[in-house]
Nanobody
Framework: QVQLVESGGGLVQAGGSLRLSCARSGRTFGSYAMGWFRQAPGKVREFVAA??????GISYVESVKGRFTISRDNSKIYLQMIGLQPEDTAMYYCAQYGTARVVGSPSYWGQGTQVTVSS
């Protein structure tokens, strides 16, 4: 079993920055792509960003391009967020895909970390 634990969320003013982290534990053997998703109240969960095992294959939802940056090291993935806007307010989830490339839907999910952006 794999556990994903997010951290770094919080309350910021519009234009502010946050850096989310996601730590993997448990059955971590193997090479897997990772991603970030978010869900705002009353809305469906949406894809935010993803990165493959090799650190490439990076993709973003259009609304965060130029403001968010996904990265990873041996044990964690990160989401650097700048220029935050109220519409970025959501619960942010870390996710692990079933392969080294970003293919299909994630296999594992974290519990989420709340990001709230005030206007």
């Amino acid at each position: 079993q794999v556990q994903l634990v997010e951290s770094g969320g919080g309350l910021v003013q519009a234009g502010g920055s946050l850096r989310l982290s996601c730590a993997r534990s448990g059955r971590t053997f193997g090479s897997y792509a990772m991603g970030w998703f978010r869900q705002a109240p009353g809305k469906v969960r949406e894809f935010v960003a993803a990165i493959d095992w090799f650190g490439g294959g990076i993709s973003y939802v259009e609304s965060v391009k130029g403001r968010f940056t996904i990265s990873r090291d041996n044990s964690k993935i990160y989401l650097q967020m700048i220029g935050l806007q109220p519409e970025d307010t959501a619960m942010y989830y870390c996710a692990q895909y079933g392969t080294a490339r970003v293919v299909g839907s994630p296999s594992y999910w974290g519990q989420g970390t709340q990001v709230t952006v005030s206007s």
